[in-house]
């Protein structure tokens, strides 16, 4: 199958692919980039507005390199991992740093930017660049273990190195850029995690976990950890003329450099003891408990418990800089938040953070 894999994924390719998402379209290294760091973890139908916006307001590298942390923070709020808006907003000034603004063409040295790993690179050198480099993504890992029946999770690195193998020996020479855009179609079309479409595809007749009626057993997954439970509180605090306090998230981390509430960690029956000792603030009235509702990280579930209280006045230690601000829901800025929290606000004032 190896031997004419290529040419068979490039004929279903060229009748049932995908050629006209936005990011195939005006093809060059930034654009690509941009999209592939916004698929990872995320679907096509979600990703193609922020693709558009995102190239509406950094068309080019030169102007994300330009933009500040902030502006690209704000375009990601929603898609998550913001770990990676950040590590875009640094890959692009050190592109125009130490490479004049021209984005490497050589795997090395892709790799030595932040966020890009091996597949990455492979997609930016095969599809922007029409260089032969292997891809192993989400999509080209299900496939490939399905058509061989590769047992072991793809966290094992022996699995990983195989995957590896197999993905650099069915990419041809030529037609790279397609071949790219085909096997990440062929996985996301019809080779999906749950209920894969086998009689519309190609491989069919090969494919080993078809065959042994066992397509949902591959890739195999490893066990999964009951995941650990955070539980605090987060506070709505409003001042006289109705601004919201807002503070910045410490860079590493949870929600790292971006905008969120005021958390508080310790026992409920002390928050306005706390309240009262970290801002000085009096409060206007009891504060008011709002629904509790749980956000799942990869790693832990954190339950939440907001709190709604007004301020009566507003002490001068609690000012406008960059760690604290002021959030007005009848003016709201542009700011990085995280969905959960823009949710949060939007419900609870009744706007659109948009
Ligand atoms: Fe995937 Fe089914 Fe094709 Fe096998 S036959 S590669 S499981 S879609």
Redesign the pocket.
Known sequence: MIQDFAARLLAWFDRHGRHDLPWQQSINPYRVWISEIMLQQTQVSTVIPYFERFMQSFPTLADLAKADEESVLHLWTGLGYYARARNLHKTARLIQEKHHGLFPNQLEQLEALPGIGRSTAGAILSIAFQQRAPILDGNVRR?LT??YAIEGTVSDKNTQNLLWNLADQHTPEKRVADYTQAIMDLGAT??TRSQ???SA?P??TE?L??HNQQ?HAFPQRQTKKALPIKKSFLVLLSRPSGEILLEKRPSNGIWGGLWSLPEYTGEESDLTNWIFSKYGFSLESLPKKLPAFRHTFTHFHWDITPYQLAISSCPLAVSENDQQSWFDPQKPKALGLPAPIKKLLENTYTFNAN
Do not use: K, N, Y
């Open positions: 496939v399905r058509l019809l080779c894969p479409q086998c595809c491989f069919q494919c976990a078809f397509t």
